[in-house]
């Protein structure tokens, strides 16, 4: 009883925390047109080592007979992550690679998260039994999702409580929430960086100016000076 009491109070505290703080999976889903023959690519870019899972869907279908297929990869290689053909309706998952150094360095950089892009791609390869007509055409609808959402619970999962699945959702969304105000900060202390490195080089060129105009000032005296000494005119200055 005293154990059910303890999970009951860190669920009402959680809860209270995100009322303030609420940190979702996070899904994209795009629905695009297909031609006879033709490919569509779309890039997301997603955090590196995570587990993503996605679904796909044929809604409409016009013309003739149509295969479509699925393929996911990084844009910086060829090898794909998932490879889906005949599509239908169904679902995929798959792991994002380790981050790249030059990712890593700009993300350090410019204080943002570390993200790869990944490239989607839904094509049509034509086939000897497929007759093309004029108006052949599908729309497929894709979604993927990564985030809190998104637990890969270990092999021992299977026996655990329900109440146990919950903390353990709870613990991943508490950590999505802690990294996301990591990347924050440092977004703040990037720009804060930033301004002071503006506010440097207004100060010198305002300095620059001031410099310029006493130095113009001058210049003008002394050539009016001169101007008058040489027609032998009045010069009172």
Known sequence: MWKMCWILKWICMYSILFMFVRVD??????????????????????????????????????GSDMSLN????????????VTKAELSSGSF?????????KTMKLAKLHGAPPLDPY???VFH????DELATPNTRRFVWVQIEWGADIVEFPPSAARWSENQRAIARIEAILADTVEELDHMHARERYLSNVTELINSQVWYFSVLSCIVLILTGFY??????RLFRSREMVYVL
Request: charged share 25%; hydrophobic share 30%; aromatic share 12%.
């Open 25 to 62: 999976g996070i899904k994209s889903s795009f629905e695009i047109e297909i031609q006879f023959g033709h490919s569509k690519c779309f890039e997301e870019y997603l955090p590196p080592e995570i587990h993503v899972e996605g679904s796909y869907q044929v809604k409409r279908k016009d």
């Open 220 to 225: 003008q005296r002394w050539y009016l000076r």
């Open 125 to 128: 390869r034509i086939r000897q």
């Open 119 to 121: 490239k989607i791609c």
């Open 70 to 81: 699925l393929r996911i990869m990084p844009s910086y290689s060829s090898v794909p992550l």
């Open 93 to 101: 998952s798959f792991q994002t690679l380790p981050v790249r150094p």
